[in-house]
């Protein structure tokens, strides 16, 4: 018999008993948990029950929904305003409209809708980019006009301070490589010292529990990658029992509520799939942890949906007063400049009355309407500014009022004490707001 055989066969064994076991727990209970809230959140009441996938190392009932809307919300906090919105309708809208955001029903080699609008944004940050440009440019000729008939010793300078290049390196440069780590898993990392350890755990444990064994060498291989990844959760868990569960913990002991509160801390920081458990032990307290984050992430989404929004609006107008202070430094520059000339040819004219080249009455007075031209257009950008901060305020003050009322959904925490719950809670609306 080959080895291969050998171990195909054994697998087949394995599952064997574990389907007999667990599966049909499972199914009940996930069923339950989904058909129970098909009416109170739309990101699930397209769902149809889920199984457990006994051929994989953890229990796969409800990972997926998870490591949808953690990407989602990486959307939302690395794109720009055109991947923001199409994030935003993605994970306030049912879970197959997620998916779709996502790409997940198209062929590998097909642009997501994300992709495309990190595609527009790229472009739309082109001609931003452009537009800054030529305004720059702009500035430089409207002081040449000054600048070529000047005198003194301190005279005008000829070219215009980029004064937009912060947000023009932005523009080009940041947001185009934020847009690029779409996708990019977001999974805790395990220290090099908690890996070895876990591996001479591992060898420890080593011909005790052939199922383990396998999954031991799974999680520890080398070749984990992308959002498949071990985290540093999973060595965590295995460090803290000396390897994978082998005993279930007693309903509702305190055991048990941890196991569920450290699910759920760990889904909070997305780390979102179910702990390595090659025998199946932690199925309750997985489902109880899943029940309970479910029917927070219904009871949330308003607050989600307004929080979500509110990021984008802020942003949008952190933006639009940036670009206006930006203008204006170079408005203000320009009336800075014009008053530099003016007091150039007074000093000399005081001086030297038959200096050549001195201004023309005409020259004077294009030079007082350009200076009040240049000091209303500072005003008119100073007032817009201050609209866009106070939006960018409202959407702030928006987004923790909402963070506010949302905790009011939170399902209380069962174990001695709370502080672990209101951790998560402020763990999940800080790292990724698709999370309860």
């Not at 309708?89 to 609008?117: I, M």
Request: hydrophobic letters at 40%.
């Amino acid at each position: 018999m080959s080895l291969l055989r050998d171990v195909g066969r054994r697998r087949r064994r394995i599952r064997s008993a574990l389907t007999k076991a667990t599966a049909t727990t499972a199914l009940l209970t996930a069923s339950a948990v989904l058909m129970g809230m098909i009416q109170a959140v739309p990101a699930v009441a397209d769902t149809e029950p889920e199984q457990d996938d006994l051929t994989q190392y953890r229990n796969s009932i409800g990972s997926d929904r998870r490591l949808a809307r953690c990407k989602g919300a990486q959307a939302l906090h690395i794109g720009g305003p055109l991947m923001k919105a199409k994030a935003i309708e993605g994970l306030a809208g049912t879970e197959a409209q997620l998916s779709s955001v996502l790409g997940d029903d198209l062929d590998w080699w097909l642009e997501s809708p994300l992709d495309l609008a990190a595609d527009a944004d790229e472009e739309a940050g082109g001609v931003y980019a452009n537009a800054v440009r030529d305004r720059d440019e702009a500035l430089s000729l409207a002081n040449q006009v000054y600048a070529k008939n000047d005198t003194g010793d301190d005279r005008l300078d000829w070219w215009a301070p980029k004064f937009g290049d912060a947000v023009w390196n932005f523009t080009i440069g940041t947001q185009r490589e934020l847009a690029k780590h779409l996708g990019d898993d977001t999974l805790s990392e395990a220290s090099p010292e908690a890996l070895a350890r876990a591996k001479v755990i591992a060898e420890e444990n080593n011909g005790k529990d052939e199922w383990h064994d396998w999954a031991s060498r799974s999680m520890l291989s080398d070749s984990q990658v992308g959002w498949s990844s071990r985290t540093s959760t999973d060595l965590a868990a295995y460090l803290k029992r000396g390897g994978f569960p082998t005993v279930a913990p007693a309903k509702d002991s305190p055991e048990y509520r941890v196991e569920v509160e450290d699910l759920k801390q760990a889904w909070a920081a997305c780390d979102y799939a179910n702990p390595y458990d090659p025998s199946r032990r932690l199925n309750e307290p997985v489902m109880t942890a899943m029940v309970e984050w479910e029917l927070e992430y219904a009871g949330q989404a308003d607050q989600r949906a307004t929080i979500m929004r509110a990021e984008a609006e802020a942003s949008a107008a952190t933006r639009e007063a940036t670009d206006d202070l930006v203008e204006a430094l170079g408005q203000a520059w320009l009336a800075e400049q014009l008053l530099r000339w003016r007091k150039n040819w007074q000093d000399t004219l005081a001086n030297m009355p038959d200096y050549p080249g001195r201004p023309t009455q005409a020259d004077y007075d294009r030079a007082t309407t350009d200076l009040a031209r240049y000091r209303a257009d500072v005003a008119a950008l100073v007032t817009s500014a201050k609209a866009q901060a106070a939006k960018a305020t409202a959407a702030a003050q928006k987004a923790a009022t909402a963070q506010q009322a949302a905790r009011v959904h939170a399902v209380p925490d069962m174990s001695v004490s709370s502080a672990s719950s209101r951790s998560r809670f402020s763990r999940a609306f800080s790292s990724q707001t698709a999370a309860p």
